[in-house]
């Protein structure tokens, strides 16, 4: 297949291209570098059938030629960056699917977009099954995010009811792996960089809020598999393994052997009290269930941020056309 991949430089949209890449399609990634960084993909920079194009969705999308999938991943994903860039978020979660949509229309081809659990605001059903409503405070901190996804979501089921689009939605729980930033405010890759540098891990409030982590080569396969279903969602994807905040920070402490102390901070607004998803969707309609141990996850993840020479390689360093230039051109 040909598939086209919005946020393609981004943690998750990267994973997506190499998976792409490795099942033999050919993958049109497109990015404007906001949070996510041309050094993501540049391992696939050569490989037949990958081409990586700088654009912003909200502006304008055409890609020449045939396009079986399109998968929507562009948009900031952590708090410290949809926080940073409300507009542009709210923009990516609109224009930019409305802008996605019309490509898979005018090609005929399988629309994918990524929604996320945040739809379900700080839930009062637990696990949260796809027919849960949520409970989302629209003006909110965290509502620029949350709303921009729900609309997306609308937008999406819009597309198939009105043009006959063949659309799917999944919902995506708390993934983590390598390529993430330690400075895009999320507790793995926080958790990680504090522990790994011998600094005092900071947990927002009593640490007793929990999420469910999945591990992103899981939650590529999910993907794909909702993919190449002909399934319209929402379908949830992540793993119902359920952990507390304070916990993982101990685990995390654990596993880099390192001697950081647990420091409680404020808890941000809105911070979700519960999130673990109801996955029996997904298992029944895709087949799909995690496969990879969340503590060989964690190790994997731990080693990749060993692995970096230091924090500053990780960092999204400023749009500079000149600087990233090279690995555009497969340079």
Sequence with gaps: MRVVVTGGAGFLGSHLCERLIERGDQVVCLDNFLTGTPANVEHLQGRDGFRLV?????????VVGPVDLVLHFASPASPVDYLRVPIETLKVGSIGTLHALGLAKDKGARFVLASTSEVYGDPEVHPQPESYWGHVNPVGPRGVYDEAKRFAEALTLAYRHTHGVDTGIVRIFNTFGPRMRPDDGRAIPNFIRQALAGEPVTVAGDGKQTRSICYVDDLVTGILA??????????????????????????IIDLTGSASEIVHIERPVDDPTIRQPDTTLAQAVLAWEPQVAVEDGLLRTIEWFRSQEQAQA??????????????????
């Design 54 to 62: 700088r654009t912003d969705v909200t502006d304008y999308l055409h």
């Design 226 to 251: 909702m993919a190449d279903a002909d399934h319209s969602g929402p379908i949830n994807i992540g793993n119902p393994h359920e952990i507390a905040m304070l916990d993982l920070a101990r685990w």
């Design 314 to 331: 990780f960092a999204v360093p400023p749009l500079d056309p000149q600087a990233t230039e090279h690995i555009l051109r497969g340079e």
